[in-house]
């Protein structure tokens, strides 16, 4: 089974500074991990995902995260922050069943609400 | 291009009233999902489709039920409202080809039974 926990459930950060958003997984299989973040009153958008390839994963709005298999992390980065990040952020995994289908099912960490001071 | 579409976007129920949560999109998606979203909880899966016709379980489907008659909507229903089930339900869709493919996300109903 696949599952994911974010470190920390507020995070909070002066505008300018570098924002770091900590997400381990536990997957059985080679997982495929994903960041998605909320606005208010709004659904979630996909910010980057890492499939296979490349770890340095670049998403919108300036955000990256690596994956780091020894680690078991997928953290999310963003050298400097802006007013207009404040939002929740969501890491997920993707479900493998048994037989090795998926459907694009995810299992969602806790989140983690980003605040930014000016 | 709407996306996913989520009706009504509040509601309040009565402890034993029924509703539907209504859910469309007009990306010709294969895959739609419903969540629920409690405070600190993260999303859990209630319930999935993979197409018409075909609907599945996922994590908390207690108290639900789905049905998938077209591609386009995907309506959750709640028999015997519970207090439990005060929460925000997101419904979703992604392209089958890949399933690596991202979630599009409505914009979610907000639920209170009191």
């Known amino acids: 089974a696949q599952s994911v926990t974010q470190l920390g459930s507020h995070v909070s950060v002066s505008e300018g500074a570098l924002v770091l958003l900590r997400c381990n997984y536990s997957?059985?299989?080679?997982?495929?991990l994903f960041w998605y973040v909320q606005y208010p009153n709004q659904g979630l958008q996909l910010l980057l995902k890492y499939t296979t390839g490349a770890t340095l994963v670049k998403g919108i709005n300036g955000f990256e995260a690596e994956f780091k298999k020894s680690e078991t992390s997928f953290h999310l980065t963003k050298p400097s922050a802006h007013m207009s990040d404040a939002a929740e952020y969501f890491c997920?995994?993707?479900?493998?069943?048994?037989?090795?289908?998926?459907?694009?099912?995810?299992?969602f960490g806790q989140g983690t609400i980003l605040t930014v001071h000016p | 291009n709407a996306g996913v579409t989520q009706t009504p976007k509040f509601r309040i129920l009565k402890i034993g009233q029924s509703m539907t949560l209504q859910c469309t999109q007009d990306m010709n998606h294969n895959y739609m999902y419903w969540y629920r979203q409690d405070p600190g909880m993260g999303l859990k899966l209630i319930y999935y489709s993979v197409g018409a016709g075909i609907t599945d379980k996922g994590e908390v489907p207690n108290g639900y039920n789905v049905s998938r008659s077209t591609t386009e909507d995907f309506p959750l229903r709640l028999e015997l409202a519970a207090p439990s089930q005060t929460s925000v339900y997101f419904c979703a869709s992604s392209y089958p080809a890949d399933s690596n493919q991202p979630q599009h996300f409505g914009d979610g109903t907000r639920l209170s039974i009191l």
């Open positions: 997957s059985s299989v080679p997982p495929y």
């Open positions: 997920a995994v993707r479900i493998d069943n048994a037989g090795g289908t998926s459907y694009g099912k995810l299992t």
